[in-house]
């Protein structure tokens, strides 16, 4: 196999100067050029690539850092970045941290061992300090990883437009809008703002799920007389979750103050609120999870009696039915749930299944133990 000092001996030059033409350093002549690389190609002789990236301090390679590459959107979003690196001579290494804090720190180490010359972060698993101790060009995409690390991110506010326009499109009314862990570190609050804010100067009659409202989006709400429902025993449950790891107790703590914000800037505001809640799909435990959405309501500053009527009339009224049931009157369904206890001193009464002692629909007893 050729080694250098062979190219350099058919060129008729020096070893130096067929270093100097192998990493364009220095004046060198056209027909120097030309004959380093006619022998070159006489030899078959390949460059030391390591060798050359530690004379020139630069590896041409470039990590991008991801959750799960085989998701579509991060499959995606690789395919484009590795074909504009391949057009300015730089080669991907791909890691897939699957959302773990450990293995985002390894990646990171080996990365920093193996010389690349940047990290493009898809994941932000690690504290602040961490990434900006990096002695390396980071780009962090979608999520604002620190104030001094450059953010790549969408339109978001178009996107929350363009989300909103296709409810409106459909004369859809009363809205779910799902929403992942998202704080004020993370771009795409905005998509989120946008869209609950046009549905409601578009007529929108109802919010579901609303754990991201600000001031200005329940003010709004205020003069629309739009109700919100909620979700809180989800969000506030899993930020009162112990032994999550670190990571994701940072984002449920994040997603358990934001809800609590929105469900009191409500208050304050006098939006109606109904009770709602993902758990009461549970054919388990249904009553005793919806019955942990009345305490947490509480936890957001509203009474003991404000929950119960949230449970109550308030879902009715906004079912277009509390001239049918929510409340205790004449000539309206007899629907009942009677506890052991008084919920309005003791709210706690209504989060456990084994205080219900009588239940009564349509006035047919379905469970008695008084």
């Not at 000092?5 to 056209?30: E, F, H, M, P, W």
């Not at 120097?32 to 020139?56: G, M």
């Not at 990434?131 to 060009?137: A, F, R, V």
């Not at 009363?174 to 795409?188: H, R, W």
């Amino acid at each position: 196999m050729a080694n250098i000092k062979d190219v350099a001996k058919l060129a008729g030059v020096s070893v130096t100067t067929v270093s100097r033409v192998l990493n364009n350093k220095g004046y060198i002549s056209q027909d120097t050029y030309e004959s380093v690389y006619r022998a070159i190609d006489q030899l078959d002789y390949v460059p030391n690539q390591i060798a050359r990236n530690l004379f020139k301090q630069k590896s041409y390679y470039i990590s991008l850092i991801v959750p799960d590459s085989s998701h579509p959107f991060w499959a995606e979003i690789t395919k484009y970045i590795e074909r504009k690196l391949y057009k300015h001579h730089y080669k991907l290494f791909l890691c897939n941290t699957g959302d773990t804090e450990d293995k985002e720190r390894d990646y990171i180490k080996m990365m920093r061992e193996n010389m690349v010359d940047g990290i493009i972060l898809g994941t932000h698993m690690l504290a602040e300090t961490e990434y900006q101790n990096l002695d390396l060009p980071i780009v962090a995409f979608d999520y604002r990883v620190a104030e001094d690390i450059p953010t790549i991110y969408s339109d978001h506010n178009k996107g929350g437009l363009l989300a909103a326009g296709e409810i409106l499109k459909n004369d859809c009314k009363c809205v779910l809008n799902v929403t992942a862990v998202v704080t004020d570190k993370s771009p795409s609050i905005n998509r989120h703002r946008v869209f609950s804010e046009t549905l409601k100067k578009n007529g929108v009659k109802c919010i579901e799920h609303g754990v991201l409202l600000d001031e200005e989006c329940v003010k709004l709400m205020a003069e629309k007389n739009i109700p919100l429902v909620t979700t809180l025993s989800v969000s506030l449950g899993i930020a009162d979750m112990k032994g999550l790891p670190e990571h994701m107790m940072r984002k449920a703590k994040a997603l358990g103050d934001a809800s609590k914000h929105s469900f009191a800037l409500a208050h304050q505001y006098g939006i109606l609120v109904a009770l709602g809640t993902d758990y009461s799909n549970s054919p388990n435990t249904p009553f005793a999870e919806i019955g942990k959405e009345f305490f947490s309501l509480t936890r957001c500053g509203y009474s003991n009696m404000e929950a119960i009527k949230a449970g109550t009339i308030n879902g009715a009224y906004l079912m277009k039915s509390d001239d049918k049931f929510g409340s205790l009157e004449a000539g309206k369904l007899a629907d009942l749930v009677v506890v052991d206890g008084d919920p309005s001193n003791d709210i706690m009464l209504l989060a456990n299944a084994k205080n219900v002692r009588l239940v009564m629909i349509g006035g047919q007893i379905k469970k008695n133990t008084l």
